[in-house]
């Protein structure tokens, strides 16, 4: 505490020039930190993957910028905002306003899309309602018309979705040689449910013993699609004949059922379930095609009678960005028609041309000229989302704001990355200040103040090592950083593998990819590179990972995230032609979430908790009082606290203040009852051990070599620092990514498994990309193929073989420029990769 003092008074003593400074910062695993960091400047803030970075910037800076700005707005107004947790933290200096851009999966709705995101909609919707050509007689439409999203412009079948959803008798009913009793309705539920549809259809008197194809087609029309939802007497468990006379002698039912149609209960549950697992269920029996009246457009038919330069606005939202400032450019200089016939219509047209442009440019800077304005944010990644966002901030021309940014250079080329600093440039030369939680040491080296975190990860970090220009850190030894910015943590060549097998594919038409050959090697470490949008995705993610997925056997079924009825991408052409005979299985590492409530976890994913479950219930005393594994969980009744629920925290709602989560008044957040948490093993209750981080558990369980076996690879992949009974809903992609590789490498290794990971790196320190290696180095020397799209150019410059696509994105990617080794693909002058390669080998 006395050297937090002192180092307050020190900074407090100091200059009062531009700096913000920061005393006692105690949030996460911070250490009651103090620091000075300067306005007006690109500061990076660094360290190993949790050391505490992001709890600085975001958490403490962030947070306590935001808790400022808040208290200047209406409390009804602040219930509109997403706020933070106050930070904890004594005092902060000369902070201005911030506006926080951080890594995130897109909008769940598919109505948000980039024009959305980048404003760059609402300009095409007022150059259409002002400056479009209306068919004779039509009356002028307000902007809010061509909106898919408003009552005014969604088109009436669809209601602005573009697709429909619907059902047919073939779908309902797959197999009409079946009677309805042997379940031919197979959308109708099974259990209880269906059974008491049939026995109403039974009271209705309809056939439910003769073949489905044999029933007149007026029953199987009303059976399967009427709306009616009649309400009978049900004898449960008699014969047709037995309820036909219990019917006729007005008998007790067993109760009243009421009868859904097959269409009704699809579509109901359909678009009213919050079980991912019956949504998935009931999207068999659908079918989603175009809507038929506006064609998959969106919107009414008023609105796309309006065209600018011979397109409807559906149309021209379908071009590539770069394709549109194209068609846009010669009515910025009036050198369009328009002028001639209508020179009212010439300056409204200029007006909006030169805002469109302005932003356009923005975003053909970053590298984002490959998106159309009509693409849906769910499909993009986190960095695409972040850099169309950092767009819009270049654009607005705010002065005197601190921007905080997590990872900016996620998912990003190092072509992209230098466009990236080009913009947060011109955000600085605006008289901004830039605060970013940054691995990649080309913006590390780009920065004019570093804030170096560490020395470890969890409980080893949360100190700030380093506080300066970029220059002084070389002389701060304990810094995991230091040793790659300055050429020190070079890891060790290995010979490389040479392919003798290939999985070739063949004629691959999907999104850009245009009948693209590719030969892939197996059992060898490929990577797959080229810029943001040329096509790596397309080819591996999605083509590759269902290819072979379904020659297996293996077809992917739909996540929470996925809606199977969304107009998803269609593969057009490409086959496997050669090579699986070497591929046994197919495992894809991705990022989505491990779990999605706080009752998921590292140790439940993993499969550690079942056996520190076990542990605990073979204990002497456990054994004494009959207590079984089950006891151990936090899900059961028996073991967890009634108060919270096994929650282990209650929520106070405070109206228009944040939420606050308070530990649970009984359990004191330990989320097991008192009698359970009795139990130990060396003094450490299962809440103890629940706490404790992935080293600390490594050593605690020195003595099982199962245990140590699965927490041992954990921290190969870098999840040292990660508390094993840390909730789901707190870990980042990459974490859950790692997670998940982690968990399959502690499975006995077959060997001819085609590993896919994309962008595995992702949030990760240079460091910790080292120990990834290692471990993705060990699946393929156990005869596994490993293939990662990768933007990495160490990780590409280690790897056997590259395949680079490209040279451009959107329209100008989707080749393969260059394949081989990677110094042949480093001396490749047509790849965009090759020059940023041959720095790194």
Not at 29 to 37: F, G, H, Q, Y
Not at 335 to 341: G, L, M, P
Not at 424 to 429: G, P, V, Y
Not at 583 to 601: A, E, F, H, M, Y
């Amino acid at each position: 505490m006395d050297a937090a003092v002192n180092n307050r008074k020190k900074l407090k003593n100091g200059t009062a020039g531009d700096f913000v400074r920061v005393f006692g910062a105690r949030v996460h695993n911070l250490k009651n930190v103090s620091l000075e960091i300067p306005r007006n400047a690109l500061v990076v803030f660094t360290g190993v993957s949790g050391s505490g970075k992001s709890s600085l910037a975001f958490g403490t800076l962030y947070a306590e910028a935001q808790r400022r700005y808040l208290e200047s707005v209406s409390p009804y107004a602040r219930r509109l905002f997403h706020q933070m947790a106050v930070p904890e933290v004594d005092e902060i200096e000369g902070l201005p306003p911030a506006v926080a851009l951080q890594q995130q999966r897109g909008s769940p709705t598919t109505r948000s899309s980039v024009g959305s995101v980048t404003t760059l909609s609402n300009l095409l919707r007022m150059l259409y309602s002002r400056a479009g050509d209306y068919p004779a007689n039509q009356p002028l439409l307000y902007a809010e018309a061509f909106s898919p999203n408003t009552p005014e412009g969604a088109c009436p079948n669809c209601h602005g979705i573009g697709r429909v959803h619907e059902v047919s008798e073939r779908s309902l009913v797959p197999d009409d040689r079946l009677t309805i009793r042997e379940r031919a309705v197979a959308a109708w539920p099974t259990a209880w449910q269906g059974q008491n549809l049939r026995d109403i259809l039974v009271t209705l008197g309809y056939d439910v013993d003769r073949p489905w194809r044999e029933l007149p087609k007026k029953d199987r029309n009303w059976i399967l699609f009427t709306d009616e939802q009649p309400t009978v007497p049900v004898y449960a468990g008699y014969t047709p004949a037995e309820t036909k006379r219990a019917l006729k002698r007005k008998e007790e039912p067993s109760y009243l059922g009421t009868f859904t149609g097959a269409r009704k209960y699809v579509l109901q549950t359909f678009a009213t379930t919050q079980s991912a697992m019956m949504k998935r269920r009931v999207t068999q029996f659908l079918s989603s095609t175009d809507c038929p009246v506006c064609n998959g457009k969106r919107l009414r038919p008023e609105a796309l009678s309006v065209t600018f330069a011979g397109m409807d606005i559906a149309e021209i939202s379908r071009l590539p960005l770069k394709r549109l400032g194209e068609l846009l450019q010669p009515y910025l200089n009036g050198r369009s028609s328009v002028s001639d016939t209508h020179p009212e219509k010439a300056l409204v047209v200029q007006r909006i041309t030169e805002d469109f442009l302005g932003r356009l440019d923005v975003l053909l800077d970053l590298g984002l000229g490959y998106l159309t304005p009509e693409r849906s944010t769910p499909t993009l990644s986190p960095g695409e989302l972040q850099r169309l966002r950092l767009a819009t901030q270049v654009r607005s021309n705010l002065f005197g704001v601190v921007y905080v940014l997590d990872e900016p250079s996620a998912g990003l080329h190092p072509a992209d990355t230098e466009a990236l600093l080009r913009a947060l440039e011109r955000l600085k030369a605006a008289g901004n200040s830039l605060f970013v939680v940054e691995h990649e040491l080309d913006i590390i080296r780009h920065a004019d103040w570093i804030v170096d975190v560490g020395p470890g990860a969890g409980e080893q970090g949360g100190e700030i090592l380093y506080c300066g220009p970029l220059s002084g850190l070389a002389e701060v030894r304990e810094s995991q950083t230091r040793r790659y910015l300055f050429a020190e943590g070079q890891t060790a060549t290995r010979s490389p593998r040479h392919p003798q097998k290939w999985v070739k594919l063949r004629g691959v038409t999907r999104n850009n990819l245009d009948r693209l050959d590719v030969d892939i090697p197996l059992a060898v470490f490929t990577s797959v590179t080229g810029i943001s949008g040329s096509g790596k995705s397309s080819l591996i993610s999605q083509f590759l990972v269902e290819a072979v997925g379904d020659k297996l056997g293996q077809r992917k079924e739909p996540g929470e995230d996925d809606d199977a009825l969304d107009a998803g991408v269609e593969t057009f052409g490409g086959d496997i032609v050669e090579g699986l005979d070497g591929i046994k299985r197919l495992v894809v590492v991705d990022q989505k979430p491990i779990g999605r409530t706080p009752r998921s976890n590292l140790a439940t994913y993993a499969g550690l908790f079942d056996h520190v479950r076990k542990l605990f219930a073979a204990t002497k005393q456990a054994r004494a009082r009959r207590y079984d594994a089950g006891r151990f969980s936090f899900n059961v009744a028996k073991g967890r606290c009634q108060t919270c629920q096994g929650e282990g925290f209650v929520s106070v709602e405070l109206l228009f203040l944040p939420s606050v989560y308070a530990p649970c008044p009984t359990c004191k957040g330990a989320r097991y009852n008192a009698r359970t948490l009795e139990i130990k093993i060396r003094d450490k209750s299962i809440a103890d051990v629940l706490a404790m981080t992935v080293n600390s558990a490594f050593e605690f369980f020195t003595d099982d070599a199962s245990l140590r076996r699965s927490l041992g690879v954990l921290q190969e992949v870098g999840l040292g620092y990660i508390r094993i009974g840390q909730s789901a809903t707190e870990l980042s992609g990459g974490e859950a990514q790692r997670i998940k590789l982690a968990t399959e490498l502690q499975r006995s290794q077959r060997g001819e498994t085609l590993y896919v990971l994309d962008e595995p790196t992702t949030g990760l320190h240079p460091s910790d990309v080292a120990k990834l290696m290692v471990q993705l180095d060990g699946l393929v020397e156990s005869g596994n193929t490993v293939v990662v799209v990768e933007h990495d150019m160490g990780v590409a410059a280690a790897s056997d073989w590259i395949i680079d696509i490209g040279p451009g994105a959107g329209d100008e990617g989707g080749r393969i420029v260059a394949s081989g080794p990677p110094e042949r693909v480093a001396s490749t002058p047509q790849s965009r990769t090759a020059k940023y390669l041959a720095r790194v080998r």
